[in-house]
């Protein structure tokens, strides 16, 4: 069994490649006739990693072609949010282009399936959002959206999450590392009280993944922690689970903040039932509290 993990040099792709490694063997989850292969947009000198650019067609049929995958989990993404909103052509092309070519060389090899990872940010509605409530507020939702579309087309599993957790990314850091860089650094920052949310910890998202590679199951589903909370509370339980001093976290509402910054539109009700997820792949997903504390771990 192969497996291609497209966008493995980004913020989840450097923490799930190692990861998904870490499984191959004896009594482990991935079969030990399984080999694990990253793809990155620079040559990263590494024997694991195959260099392509996948916003070009050709590049995805070449590497598609010569590694003949069975398995792909694609992580290409552009999430700036504002960036997305400035440049539609560059959010259509990471978002959307991308997913359309690997469907593509799926719809001609179709013994290989699709993992799509996608986001919360599809969601603005009051209570846990299901995932047929869908509501688009920016670019980058519509984007990631559009690039679901390409995917079922497929047959593939999409995974609509958020995470957090201690980068191994040198480029991208998480949300939780910059709440804790700044109270580190007595740097005042403004949280978000009004905008909700239940992500998952790297490692459990990691964890979950491995679980649709073991046995794929077809559509969309909700992947986040049980019991959400406010951006602005989760930063508060993280400092003080860390022993941190958060005198320098400020509790702000994101109309605001958005507009004395000109923000894009964004959404605020993000939180996901995961019912679907948990049922489908036989699984109880963690609370929010509960993964914080995996942090001080």
């Given at each position: 069994?192969?497996?291609?993990?497209?966008?493995?040099?980004?913020?989840?792709?450097?923490?799930l490649l190692p990861f998904l490694?870490?499984?191959?063997?004896?009594?482990?989850?991935?079969?030990?006739?399984?080999?694990?292969?990253?793809?990155?947009?620079?040559?990263?000198?590494?024997?694991?990693?195959?260099?392509?650019?996948?916003?070009?067609?050709?590049?995805?049929?070449?590497?598609?072609?010569?590694?003949?995958?069975?398995l792909i989990i694609n992580l290409?993404?552009?999430?700036?949010?504002?960036?997305?909103?400035?440049?539609?052509?560059?959010?259509?092309?990471?978002?959307?282009?991308?997913?359309?070519?690997?469907?593509?060389?799926?719809?001609?090899?179709?013994?290989?399936?699709?993992?799509?990872?996608?986001?919360?940010?599809?969601?603005?509605?009051?209570?846990?959002?299901?995932?047929?409530?869908?509501?688009?507020?920016?670019?980058?939702?519509?984007?990631?959206?559009?690039?679901?579309?390409?995917?079922?087309?497929?047959?593939?599993?999409?995974?609509?999450?958020?995470?957090?957790?201690?980068?191994l990314c040198d480029r991208r850091?998480?949300?939780?590392?910059?709440?804790?860089?700044?109270?580190?650094?007595?740097?005042?920052?403004?949280?978000?009280?009004?905008?909700?949310?239940?992500?998952?910890?790297?490692?459990?998202?990691?964890?979950?993944?491995?679980?649709?590679?073991?046995?794929?199951?077809?559509?969309?589903?909700?992947?986040?922690?049980?019991?959400?909370?406010?951006?602005?509370?989760?930063?508060?339980?993280?400092?003080?689970?860390?022993?941190?001093?958060?005198?320098?976290?400020?509790?702000?509402?994101?109309?605001?903040?958005?507009?004395?910054?000109?923000?894009?539109?964004?959404?605020?009700?993000?939180?996901?039932?995961?019912?679907?997820?948990?049922?489908?792949?036989?699984?109880?997903?963690?609370?929010?509290?509960?993964?914080?504390?995996?942090?001080?771990?």
């Amino acid at each position: 069994m192969k497996i291609l993990v497209a966008g493995a040099s980004g913020l989840l792709g450097s923490y799930l490649l190692p990861f998904l490694r870490r499984q191959i063997g004896d009594n482990k989850t991935i079969t030990s006739d399984c080999e694990v292969i990253g793809q990155a947009y620079k040559n990263l000198k590494d024997a694991g990693f195959i260099q392509a650019d996948f916003t070009k067609k050709n590049d995805v049929k070449r590497v598609l072609d010569q590694i003949k995958p069975d398995l792909i989990i694609n992580l290409i993404c552009l999430s700036d949010v504002d960036l997305c909103e400035r440049d539609i052509n560059l959010s259509y092309a990471l978002n959307v282009s991308v997913v359309e070519s690997i469907v593509d060389w799926l719809v001609k090899n179709d013994s290989s399936h699709l993992i799509q990872i996608s986001t919360d940010h599809v969601y603005d509605s009051p209570g846990l959002n299901k995932e047929g409530e869908v509501i688009i507020r920016n670019q980058y939702a519509f984007s990631k959206y559009a690039g679901e579309l390409s995917a079922l087309m497929a047959g593939a599993t999409v995974l609509r999450t958020n995470f957090f957790g201690n980068s191994l990314c040198d480029r991208r850091k998480s949300f939780s590392d910059w709440v804790i860089s700044s109270c580190k650094s007595k740097l005042d920052i403004e949280l978000f009280s009004d905008v909700m949310f239940n992500p998952l910890s790297m490692q459990t998202l990691s964890e979950m993944i491995c679980k649709v590679v073991e046995s794929p199951v077809a559509g969309v589903f909700n992947l986040g922690s049980n019991k959400g909370m406010s951006k602005s509370d989760f930063s508060f339980f993280l400092a003080d689970s860390l022993q941190l001093n958060s005198d320098c976290l400020r509790e702000a509402s994101f109309e605001q903040v958005k507009t004395r910054l000109g923000l894009t539109a964004r959404p605020k009700d993000m939180l996901m039932n995961v019912e679907k997820f948990e049922r489908a792949f036989n699984v109880s997903l963690p609370t929010l509290e509960d993964e914080i504390l995996t942090l001080s771990i």
